[in-house]
């Protein structure tokens, strides 16, 4: 096979259908309808001799000779985006650069609405592409490139990945205002006897000692330890809900009180410390991976991020082995 004779957009298609195992995925993915998509594979394995892709229950699964080539072609795809974008000096100004980030929807309340407005304001041609993913694949998305950043508490992109701290956080609790049975202090007794309402984010599979656990399964932990036991009388894998629930119910919620901050005075909802001796925290950090650290884009936005959200300028970002 001659790569004279390689049509770089088929490596592009090919390295979609990779990621995607989705034939109308992958052509969203890189901008091509589905029949474009279809068009190419069939170039492909004319090229390659090889049937690349089959179907499954499942949707496509690549063949022996796909997961051969598969690392080869991402790793000079990824080569030579890195020297496109480097080629010319980032100017947030002017770009027109799509930027993907690792967000959970907490996330987004607390990062997006300072974030985009600050961009419209200094970068008008930037944009932001949010991912959600269950908190076991950030590691895959960023080591595959499919995002630049991840940002919040996330444990368990501890080794291998570049880390620069934002700020601190902790737990309240969350209830309506006009709540029957309590007012405005909160004991562990009324705490663990009350029902209440826990997000627990899709995929994210509750375990007492994974490192990948979210954030509202940490809280569920801690009150273990503790010896304590709550009724969970609703779980949803959502934030965006959780507001409406708690100002029309009796339920409690325990969430991070930047969150709550932002969240209540726009409802009739009341912020409470946690009866608990010492409630947990946590650091919220922004993360990324080697491959991105010295590009001028994502440099560019980690400092915009820093900027806008860290509590005391300074730290460096480090890299754990």
Excluded at 117 to 135: D, F
Excluded at 151 to 174: E, K, N, T
Excluded at 274 to 293: G, M, Y
Aim: net charge neutral; glycine share 6%.
């Amino acid at each position: 096979m001659n790569i004279e004779n390689i049509d770089l957009n088929l490596l592009v298609a090919f390295d979609a259908m990779m990621q995607e195992r989705n034939v109308t995925r992958a052509g969203v993915r890189v901008g091509l309808s589905q029949p474009s998509m279809s068009h190419a594979l069939v170039r492909l394995r004319q090229l390659c001799g090889d049937p690349l892709f089959v179907r499954v229950k499942t949707g496509m699964e690549p063949t022996p000779f796909a997961l051969r080539i598969a690392p080869s072609v991402r790793a000079g795809l990824s080569v030579l985006q890195a020297g496109l974008q480097n080629a010319v000096p980032f100017d947030p100004a002017q770009s027109g650069r799509t930027f993907e980030v690792l967000l959970s929807d907490l996330g987004e309340v607390v990062f997006l609405p300072r974030l985009m407005k600050h961009l419209t304001e200094v970068a008008p041609g930037i944009s932001l592409r949010v991912l959600q993913r269950p908190r076991e694949g950030y590691r895959d998305a960023l080591e595959a490139e499919e995002a630049d950043l991840a940002i919040g508490f996330l444990p368990a992109l501890s080794a291998g990945f570049y880390q620069q701290r934002l700020f601190g956080d902790h737990y309240v609790c969350l209830l309506r205002a006009g709540h029957p049975r309590i007012g405005q202090r909160l004991d562990i007794q009324q705490f663990a006897a009350e029902s209440h309402v826990m997000i627990e984010p899709a995929g994210s599979r509750y375990s007492r000692v994974s490192p990948q656990s979210s954030t509202t399964t940490l809280i569920e932990q801690y009150l273990e330890k503790q010896g304590l036991r709550r009724h969970i009388a609703l779980r949803v894998p959502h934030f965006t809900v959780v507001p409406d629930i708690i100002e029309t119910s009796d339920l409690l919620a325990v969430i991070p009180s930047t969150v709550a901050r932002i969240m209540a005075p726009q409802r009739r909802i009341k912020i409470l410390p946690l009866p608990l001796e010492t409630p947990p925290s946590f650091e919220v950090k922004q993360f990324w991976h080697e491959r991105s650290h010295q590009d001028d884009g994502t440099r560019w936005l980690r400092g915009v991020i820093a900027e806008l959200f860290m509590e005391q300028r300074s730290p460096v970002p480090t890299v754990l082995d």
